[in-house]
């Protein structure tokens, strides 16, 4: 059970927030307060593992927070919900001490594998974010889909096909894209094969790559 301690900064979306934490048969709301004071004086007295920050402070205001927070309580992550998608203020907050980042338009699954990738000690960035980094540094020319290719841009990619390849640009192993899905190793090996084919990619890192390109998990 993942004990999350929440940080009311966005008023507009605290109670959405709070029925997705509550939808979440995995994770235990133990808190949930107004303002940083209020969490300092109540992480003492409540066994935590993520803080949810949901902020309106400016970065000036958020990173004296999350360098305190690193330095009083090492084992603490802290997840940050931003208001928009932005690359620039992402990487300040994970320098400052940010475990992931999230938007506020997250779905109660993005929630779920955000807190999964953090409770294993794993970054968690939105796709939106990284196909923003993506563009600022620029697509590899080999990586591009070209009139050459042997598939077509329109190529569609089923549900279940774009969950896999979603977790599988968060950094998750076969393995655990399967415990994730709740189906077997084998069959998640053979989709990604699928995938490949479909895709023309050569391996995966050229497929994360293909799917971003197109949008399809943006």
């Known amino acids: 059970m993942v004990r999350v301690l929440a940080v009311d900064g966005l008023p507009h979306i605290c109670s959405r927030w709070r029925r997705l934490l509550a939808s979440l ?4 709301l133990v808190g949930q307060v107004r303002t940083e004071q209020e969490l300092l004086e109540q992480l ?7 803080v949810l920050l949901s902020s309106t402070r400016g970065e000036g205001e958020t990173h004296p927070l999350l360098r305190y927070l ?21 990487g300040d907050l994970f320098r400052a001490g940010a475990a992931g980042v999230l938007l506020p338009t997250a779905s109660a699954e993005e929630l779920t594998l955000a807190l999964h990738l953090i409770t294993m000690g794993r970054p968690y960035l939105p796709a939106e974010v990284g196909l ?19 598939v077509s841009p ?11 390849v979603q977790l599988l640009a968060q950094g998750l192993t ?11 190793k084998r069959t998640v ?9 479909k895709t023309g990619s050569r391996n995966s890192a050229a ?3 293909y799917v971003l390109e197109w949008g399809f998990i943006t």
């Open 25 to 28: 048969p995995t994770v235990q």
């Open 44 to 50: 003492p007295h409540t066994p935590t593992d993520i």
């Open 70 to 90: 690193r330095q009083q309580y090492p084992s603490l992550a802290v997840l940050v919900v931003c208001a928009e998608a932005d690359v620039t203020l992402a």
């Open 132 to 150: 923003l980094a993506l563009h600022a540094a620029g697509p590899a020319p080999s990586a591009r889909p070209t009139p050459t290719c042997l």
């Open 154 to 164: 329109a190529v569609r990619l089923s549900q279940r096909e774009r969950e896999i």
């Open 174 to 184: 076969t393995s655990e894209v399967a415990a994730q899905l709740c189906t077997s």
């Open 189 to 197: 090996d053979s989709q990604r094969q699928q995938l490949l084919e």
């Open 207 to 209: 497929l994360i790559r």
